[in-house]
Structure formats: structure tokens, C-alpha cells
């Protein structure tokens, strides 16, 4: 009998089996016999599965067989472990196991779907094709991706469920997207360096290099399978993202019914925000100047005294400063503008304020009363209105129905603090530039806003991929993976570390050109060197190196999507786009570029006679 004809009766057993078993059971539903038809059920459903398994165990030379065994194997386990903690009252273990397994099988699943689009015999698809496989035996990388598997399905479970709805889903949100971003960032850089470094070290590249395959086909196919990789992980991420978030959003009691709102318009939700303008009866420009002929009144001794460029930016910031921030007993106009669209789709709009008083006291609100186009809001009630009392450094959402639009598409919104001139409790409260006041409304649903925050990621992996290839092309694995390493930690603190230099070592001149720049701070070094001031020395050699360093590296801080997702804001196209041509292309072809060239002239394979 050939290998193929014992399929046929294993099968027929098999359906012999489950219609035995189903019949039997049926018959004793219809009875009424309940649990004895349950049971027969039961039996005939694990009396297959083992049945099943024996087949494909039998078949197990086949890379399928064995793999669908291995899967059905671990389905059973992790489903009679998850009914167990169902029976003991762990309902949120029980959905964490079953989620890290259906994650685990769509990651099998779409390995073997991208190992069949590789398939082609060309040079850089066969490398890609060959990385995967690499990847899953490498423990280093391997490491990453299970822990990535499992720690996402633990997320929504790890908040007591006694907090608010939209704290926890925010939580899931944030902690999802930062250690996906992270583990895959590690998982990147090992991998990419690991994969060239080991096939140096065992001399596996001088067998590949002799084949009709180039040095630059060799790196492409080596970063197509790890991009190919990082997308597949992404995808599998995004999913269980929005799965869990919807399942925490259907199954889990919100606290009130402004916790269910927040959770539905406010963080599951794309939205727009607009930062106001001055008010048509406020002028910047006045402001601004009266400020300067303060200062030159204050110098009018020095006949040589001329406002430096430095000195009119912050005399600018000071102005937009003072519209920001209300006095006791003032008020302040802010207009929004370009609100056409959101007056279209309707619905209600978020005015969202974070204030901060200048003289806080412990547990303080700020008492404000706000006009939206000339009219009280919140409306009075009984002829009596409530101002909006706002908690410091909180932000204070308050809804709007998007009808107060005019037909211009704009919004003007006059705050008047509440507290007297001669109450010094909290005196005048500021918005910061930024974030302290923005008008939001929606444009779109979280899902298509989540794929592009995923697409800004994959793009940044896209770079350090590249990075750790150019490394190990001419660096030992240790050294090439601190380097990436370095150069991954200075563009992820970016931000921060451009901030903390700036306080550390603030010498102007931040208007200038880099070309004029370099000269400024070559020119301020001489002066202290010449001063004997060696520690201002000091400092301005750290900034000067320092922000050589970060301007050799992209600023990951500019293509952070986790805030905006987090806080329910769309991700703005232009970031995404923004991240495919500097990111994706610039930073990547430069750092392909560099590695080639010293590929290229490594002396590896090289066929004498």
C-alpha cells in the first residue's frame, strides 16, 4: 500500500469517529439527557483531535505535517490551560494565553506565506528568503520575538480593573507600541549584525560570494529579509492592538458614562487639533514692539546698543507668552481657524485646555469662565452659570457641538480668569505654547490611524537595519552591535538630549546657518579660551560634539507616532511622509552606500589562481 492510499482510511476512521460521536451525542440532546450528549460531544471532539495528531505525526517529515502538529498541539494545551483559569475565576490569564497563541500561529502562519513569496530564484530574494530562516534559529533574535508575542496579550490584563476604562486602554496604547518599537529595535540591530558578523567568523560568506551574486545584491537581500521580517511582526502587533483595545472597550465596564465617551471620541479615534491664533482686536506685532522700546529705554545710555537677532526671538516668545497667560480678573481671545471640515462631519469638538497657575497651591482648580463666539459655555442653567474648574498641569476637555463653527470654518474662544486681581492663591494662569490649548475633532477611525503610526515605525526599523548591516561589514559583532546600538539610543533621546544640551551649554546663535554657526562657535571659544574661562570651554567642546554627533544621525523624537496614538490625535501625514524620504530613503541609502563601499572592498572570496 503507497504512502498515499493510507490517507484514505485514516480518514474514513476519522469521520467514522466524529459521526459516531456526533450522532450518539445528538441523540441524547434530543432526549434530554444534556450532559451525557455533552459528553459524547466531548469525547468524539478529543478522540478526533488525538486522531488527527497521530496523522500528521506520521507525516511529520513534512515541514506542513510538522508544523500544523505542532500548532494543534499547542492549540489543545493552551486552551484546556485557559479553561482551567477560566474555572478559577482567571478570566484575563485565560484570554492572555489564547491571545499569545493565536499571535504565535499568525506568526507561523505569515513566515511560511512570506518563505513561499520569496520563492523565486532571484540572487536578492534567495538571501531574504535564507535570513528568515536565520532569524528563526538565531536564539538572540528569536528571544525578541517570543517575548514580543507574550508580552502583548498581558498588557490589558495588568491594570486593576478598578481604574478608569481610558486610563487602561491608554496603557495598553502605550506600553504595546513602546515595547514592540523597543524589542524590535534590539531585535533589529542583533539580527542584522549577527547575520553578517557569524557568516564572516564561520566563513559560510565565502561559499555565497563565489555564486553569481554581487556584494550589493547580498546586502539588499540580507535587509529585505529583515524589513520583510520587522512588517510581519508589525502587522501581527497592530492586529492584536486593535483586538485587545476593542475587547477591553465591549467587555469591561467604563466607571461613568464620561469614561465611555472619553474611551469612544477621545483615545479610540483619529483626530485633528488646531492651536488658536490671536483675535482679530489683539495685535502681536504691538506687543512685541512695546517690548522692545522697553529694553531700549532701559539701555538708552548705550549709544551703540542695537537688539540683537537672539534677543528679538525671545523678546517674540516673551509676547506670545503674555497672550497665553490670563491675569486675575483679565481675559484673553483665542481664534481657531480652518474648522470648515469639522464643521461638515458634525458631532462635538473637544476644547482642551491645560493650565498651570503661577502661585499653585496643593490640589488648586482654576476658575475660568469661557465665551465660544460671544455666548457662555457651558450654557447657564436656571440663569446660573458654572465656570469650568480645571485641576493644574491636568489637561480639561470640554465638549462642543460642532454647529458653533461659523460659516468661515472659525472658532473664537475668549477665557477669562474668574480669580481677583488681589487674590494671590493663584494669581494668573498660563497655556503653554504647544499643548496647553488645541481644538480637536475627529477625522477618521483609530485603525487607519494606527497603521500609519506602524508604518512610521517599520520605516525607522527600515534604518537600523541598514545601520547594522553597514556595521558588520567591517566591524566584529560586539563592536558593531554597540555602535548600532549607540546610534539607535542618541536618534530614540534625541529630543532630550538636544534640550539637556541646551541648558547645559546655551551660547546662541541657534538662528544662524551651520556654516555660520561653526564660525560663531569657533569664534565663542576663542573668546573663553583667551578669557580663561576653561570650564565655558569645556562645555562648548561637549555641545559642539555632541550636536555633531546628533546631526550625523536621524532624530527619532520628530517621528514618534506613540503620543498622538495614545491621546487619540491623528497621525499627520506629513510625519509619515517625512519619515519615508529622510528616514527611509536619505538615512537608508546613506548608510547602504557606506556599507557597500567597504564591502566592496573587503578581500573576502576572492578566487585565486
Known amino acids: 500500500m503507497t504512502r498515499q492510499s493510507k490517507w484514505i482510511p485514516w480518514l474514513a476512521v476519522l469521520a467514522g469517529l466524529l459521526a459516531v460521536c456526533g450522532g450518539v451525542g445528538g441523540l441524547l440532546l434530543v432526549q434530554g439527557y444534556t450532559r451525557a450528549g455533552v459528553s459524547a460531544i466531548a469525547t468524539g471532539g478529543v478522540a478526533g483531535s488525538l486522531w488527527i495528531l497521530w496523522g500528521l505525526w506520521c507525516w511529520r517529515d513534512r515541514l506542513w505535517a510538522k508544523w500544523l502538529f505542532w500548532w494543534l498541539t499547542g492549540g489543545l494545551a493552551v486552551f484546556s490551560l485557559a479553561g482551567l483559569a477560566v474555572a478559577a475565576g482567571r478570566d484575563g490569564a485565560a484570554l492572555a494565553l489564547v491571545g499569545a497563541w493565536v499571535m504565535s500561529a499568525a506568526f507561523m502562519l505569515g513566515l511560511w506565506l512570506l518563505r513561499l513569496a520569496l520563492s523565486p530564484g532571484v540572487p536578492i530574494i534567495g538571501v531574504a528568503r535564507t535570513l528568515l ?35 487602561r486602554i491608554q496603557n495598553l496604547l502605550n506600553w504595546s507600541l513602546i515595547g514592540a518599537s523597543v524589542m524590535l529595535s534590539l531585535m533589529t540591530i542583533f539580527l542584522a549584525c549577527g547575520t553578517i558578523c557569524n557568516e564572516m567568523y564561520r566563513k559560510q560568506i565565502y561559499l555565497t560570494l563565489t555564486k553569481p551574486i554581487s556584494r550589493l545584491e547580498y546586502l539588499l537581500g540580507k535587509w529585505l529579509g529583515i524589513v520583510t521580517l520587522n512588517l510581519l511582526l508589525l502587522v501581527i502587533v497592530g492586529a492584536g492592538v486593535v483586538v485587545f483595545a476593542r475587547l477591553l472597550q465591549t467587555t469591561q465596564e467604563p466607571l461613568d458614562d464620561y469614561d465611555a465617551f472619553t474611551v469612544d471620541q477621545q483615545i479610540l479615534v483619529a483626530r485633528d487639533y488646531v492651536r488658536p491664533d490671536p483675535p482679530s482686536d489683539l495685535n502681536l506685532e504691538d506687543m512685541k514692539n512695546r517690548l522692545i522700546e522697553q529694553i531700549r529705554a532701559e539701555n538708552r545710555d548705550d549709544t551703540n546698543f542695537e537688539l540683537s537677532p537672539q534677543a528679538r526671538r525671545e523678546v517674540e516668545n516673551t509676547a506670545i507668552y503674555q497672550w497665553h497667560t490670563v491675569p486675575p480678573g483679565g481675559d484673553r481671545g483665542y481664534l481657531f481657524r480652518n474648522l470648515a471640515s469639522a464643521k461638515e462631519r458634525g458631532g ?19 476658575r475660568l469662565a469661557i465665551m465660544v463666539n460671544g455666548r457662555l459655555w457651558p450654557q447657564p442653567f436656571g440663569g446660573v452659570y458654572r465656570p469650568v474648574e480645571i485641576p493644574e498641569n491636568i489637561p480639561y476637555t470640554l465638549d462642543l457641538p460642532a454647529t458653533l463653527i461659523d460659516h468661515e470654518g472659525k472658532l473664537e474662544i475668549r477665557i477669562r480668569n474668574l480669580d481677583e486681581p488681589t487674590d494671590m492663591v493663584t494669581g494668573s494662569v498660563t497655556f503653554e505654547r504647544q499643548d496647553g490649548m488645541q481644538l480637536l475633532y475627529p477625522v477618521g477611525p483609530f485603525e487607519v490611524n494606527l497603521a500609519k503610526g506602524l508604518v512610521v515605525i517599520w520605516l525607522r526599523l527600515a534604518f537600523l537595519a541598514m545601520l547594522g548591516l553597514a556595521a558588520g561589514t567591517f566591524l566584529g559583532f560586539p563592536v558593531a552591535a554597540l555602535a548600532a546600538l549607540l546610534v539607535y539610543i542618541v536618534s530614540a533621546a534625541s529630543g532630550f538630549l538636544g534640550e539637556s544640551m541646551s541648558y547645559f551649554a546655551s551660547f546662541g546663535g541657534e538662528e544662524l546657518t551651520i556654516w555660520q554657526r561653526v564660525a560663531f562657535v569657533a569664534a565663542s571659544l576663542v573668546s573663553k579660551a583667551s578669557q580663561g574661562e576653561i570650564y565655558e570651554v569645556v562645555k562648548i567642546i561637549a555641545r559642539a560634539i555632541g550636536s555633531a554627533f546628533m546631526f550625523m544621525v536621524p532624530s527619532f523624537a520628530q517621528f514618534n507616532p506613540t503620543p498622538e496614538l495614545v491621546d487619540g490625535r491623528n497621525v499627520p ?17 546613506l548608510c547602504a552606500l557606506v556599507g557597500w563601499l567597504i564591502f566592496r572592498a573587503r578581500e573576502l572570496a576572492r578566487v585565486t589562481v
Open 573 to 589: 501625514t506629513a510625519m509619515v511622509t517625512d519619515a519615508l524620504l529622510k528616514v527611509g530613503v536619505v538615512w537608508t541609502v
Open 133 to 167: 530562516d536565520e532569524a528563526i534559529r538565531m536564539k538572540l533574535a528569536l528571544v525578541f520575538i517570543v517575548g514580543l508575542i507574550a508580552l502583548l496579550p498581558m498588557l490589558p490584563w495588568m491594570v486593576s480593573g478598578e481604574s478608569r476604562l481610558a486610563y
Open 348 to 366: 462635538a469638538i473637544q476644547l482642551r485646555l491645560n493650565g498651570k497657575p503661577a502661585f499653585p497651591a496643593s490640589g488648586q482648580l482654576v
